[in-house]
């Protein structure tokens, strides 16, 4: 079992920066790929960004140039540094961990508001 906690949301102005951090345990962690996803009210869940095992990354394209996404294999962690938040990046933000052909682990989640 692999136990994924998220943390560092909360309230932001318009053009300013929050760093999300997402520990996990339970398993070895370099053998996840590790992913941020959001839930905004009322819309389906979002993949915001993903780092591979090697370290490969990918965002989504309403993101790119502002968020980076980073992985601390030695502390088990994965962190989404945000810059320049906008209203519209205001979402439940959530942790996944993958390794195919298992199903993925997910953290409860931490709320992240943009005020304009």
């Known amino acids: 079992q692999v136990q994924v906690v998220e943390s560092g949301g909360g309230l932001v102005q318009a053009g300013g920066s929050l760093r999300l951090s997402c520990a996990t345990s339970?398993?070895?962690?370099?053998?996840?790929?590790m992913g941020w996803y959001r839930q905004a009210p009322g819309l389906q869940r979002e993949s915001v960004a993903v780092?591979?095992?090697?370290?490969?990354?990918n965002y989504a394209d309403s993101v790119k140039g502002r968020f980076t996404i980073s992985r601390d294999n030695a502390k088990n962690t994965v962190y989404l540094q945000m810059n320049n938040l906008e209203p519209e990046d205001t979402a439940v933000y959530y942790c996944?961990?993958?390794?195919?052909?298992?199903?993925?682990?997910w953290g409860q989640g931490t709320q992240v508001t943009v005020s304009s």
């Open positions: 780092i591979t095992r090697g370290g490969a990354t």
């Open positions: 996944r961990a993958d390794k195919p052909p298992y199903s993925p682990y």
């Open positions: 339970g398993s070895i962690f370099s053998y996840y790929a």
